[in-house]
Protein backbone atom coordinates (compact mmCIF):
# COMPACT_ATOMS: atom_id res chain seq x y z
CA UNK A 1 0.00 0.00 0.00
CA UNK A 2 1.13 3.24 -0.65
CA UNK A 3 0.12 7.11 0.38
CA UNK A 4 0.31 10.02 -1.64
CA UNK A 5 -0.07 13.64 -0.73
CA UNK A 6 -0.15 16.17 -3.30
CA UNK A 7 1.87 19.89 -2.63
CA UNK A 8 2.55 22.93 -4.72
CA UNK A 9 -0.88 24.10 -5.87
CA UNK A 10 -1.61 27.61 -6.07
CA UNK A 11 -2.87 30.80 -8.30
CA UNK A 12 -0.84 31.97 -11.26
CA UNK A 13 -1.23 34.22 -14.22
CA UNK A 14 -1.38 33.16 -18.15
CA UNK A 15 2.35 32.08 -18.75
CA UNK A 16 3.42 31.64 -15.66
CA UNK A 17 4.84 28.28 -14.26
CA UNK A 18 4.46 25.64 -10.82
CA UNK A 19 5.57 22.45 -9.77
CA UNK A 20 3.78 20.38 -8.25
CA UNK A 21 5.13 17.58 -5.68
CA UNK A 22 3.56 14.51 -4.80
CA UNK A 23 5.00 12.75 -2.11
CA UNK A 24 4.77 8.49 -0.92
CA UNK A 25 4.63 6.79 2.05
CA UNK A 26 4.79 3.49 2.14
CA UNK A 27 6.85 0.68 0.60
CA UNK A 28 8.25 -0.05 -2.39
CA UNK A 29 7.77 3.35 -4.30
CA UNK A 30 10.36 2.51 -7.02
CA UNK A 31 7.71 -0.38 -7.82
CA UNK A 32 4.70 1.78 -9.20
CA UNK A 33 4.21 3.70 -12.11
CA UNK A 34 2.56 6.83 -11.64
CA UNK A 35 0.43 9.41 -12.96
CA UNK A 36 -0.84 12.89 -12.63
CA UNK A 37 -4.62 13.14 -13.78
CA UNK A 38 -6.83 16.75 -13.19
CA UNK A 39 -10.30 17.75 -12.64
CA UNK A 40 -12.14 21.01 -13.66
CA UNK A 41 -15.23 21.96 -11.96
CA UNK A 42 -18.31 20.17 -13.92
CA UNK A 43 -15.91 17.57 -15.53
CA UNK A 44 -14.75 14.31 -15.48
CA UNK A 45 -10.76 13.51 -14.36
CA UNK A 46 -8.94 13.68 -17.36
CA UNK A 47 -5.17 11.88 -17.56
CA UNK A 48 -2.15 14.37 -17.67
CA UNK A 49 0.89 12.46 -17.56
CA UNK A 50 2.33 9.44 -16.35
CA UNK A 51 5.84 7.97 -15.55
CA UNK A 52 6.97 4.31 -15.64
CA UNK A 53 8.64 2.97 -11.82
CA UNK A 54 12.43 3.68 -13.45
CA UNK A 55 11.53 7.48 -14.82
CA UNK A 56 12.39 6.16 -18.29
CA UNK A 57 9.15 6.22 -19.64
CA UNK A 58 6.66 8.80 -20.05
CA UNK A 59 4.00 9.74 -21.36
CA UNK A 60 1.60 13.12 -21.70
CA UNK A 61 -2.14 14.39 -23.02
CA UNK A 62 -1.42 16.33 -26.04
CA UNK A 63 -3.19 19.44 -24.74
CA UNK A 64 0.15 19.55 -22.19
CA UNK A 65 2.61 18.22 -24.56
CA UNK A 66 5.34 20.45 -24.83
CA UNK A 67 4.36 22.30 -21.25
CA UNK A 68 4.08 19.89 -18.85
CA UNK A 69 7.02 17.71 -17.48
CA UNK A 70 6.83 14.73 -15.45
CA UNK A 71 9.83 13.38 -13.17
CA UNK A 72 10.52 11.23 -10.63
CA UNK A 73 12.89 10.67 -7.42
CA UNK A 74 12.74 7.30 -6.17
CA UNK A 75 15.52 7.79 -3.81
CA UNK A 76 12.97 11.05 -2.20
CA UNK A 77 9.92 8.65 -3.07
CA UNK A 78 8.66 11.70 -4.53
CA UNK A 79 7.10 12.29 -8.23
CA UNK A 80 6.73 16.03 -9.83
CA UNK A 81 5.07 17.87 -12.33
CA UNK A 82 6.54 20.86 -13.68
CA UNK A 83 4.09 23.08 -15.80
CA UNK A 84 5.15 26.03 -17.80
CA UNK A 85 3.28 28.33 -20.03
CA UNK A 86 0.22 27.70 -18.06
CA UNK A 87 -3.20 28.36 -19.43
CA UNK A 88 -6.40 29.37 -18.16
CA UNK A 89 -7.85 25.95 -19.27
CA UNK A 90 -5.15 24.25 -17.03
CA UNK A 91 -7.38 25.11 -13.65
CA UNK A 92 -8.10 22.34 -12.45
CA UNK A 93 -7.64 20.20 -8.91
CA UNK A 94 -4.43 17.90 -9.99
CA UNK A 95 -4.31 14.53 -8.52
CA UNK A 96 -1.27 12.29 -7.89
CA UNK A 97 -2.01 8.43 -8.40
CA UNK A 98 -0.01 5.35 -8.65
CA UNK A 99 -0.52 1.79 -9.98
CA UNK A 100 1.38 -2.02 -10.33
CA UNK A 101 4.06 -2.65 -12.85
CA UNK A 102 3.17 -0.75 -16.25
CA UNK A 103 1.72 3.22 -16.45
CA UNK A 104 -1.82 3.85 -18.02
CA UNK A 105 -4.08 6.43 -19.09
CA UNK A 106 -7.05 5.49 -17.22
CA UNK A 107 -8.36 6.52 -14.37
CA UNK A 108 -9.98 3.23 -13.18
CA UNK A 109 -6.65 1.46 -13.15
CA UNK A 110 -5.01 3.42 -10.79
CA UNK A 111 -5.10 1.62 -6.62
CA UNK A 112 -4.06 4.93 -5.19
CA UNK A 113 -4.86 8.33 -4.94
CA UNK A 114 -3.75 11.40 -3.09
CA UNK A 115 -6.02 14.35 -2.00
CA UNK A 116 -5.47 16.38 -4.52
CA UNK A 117 -3.98 19.98 -5.16
CA UNK A 118 -5.88 22.82 -6.43
CA UNK A 119 -4.37 25.45 -9.40
CA UNK A 120 -5.88 28.36 -10.76
CA UNK A 121 -4.72 30.12 -13.70
CA UNK A 122 -5.43 34.02 -14.52
CA UNK A 123 -6.08 35.11 -17.71
Known amino acids: QVQLVESGGGLVQAGGSLRLSCAAS????????MGWFRQAPGKEREFVAAINWSGGGTSSADSVKGRFTISRDNAKNTMYLQMNSLKPEDTAVYYC????????????????WGQGTQVAVSA
Open 26 to 33: GRAFRLYA
Open 97 to 112: AAKVWETSLSVSEYNY
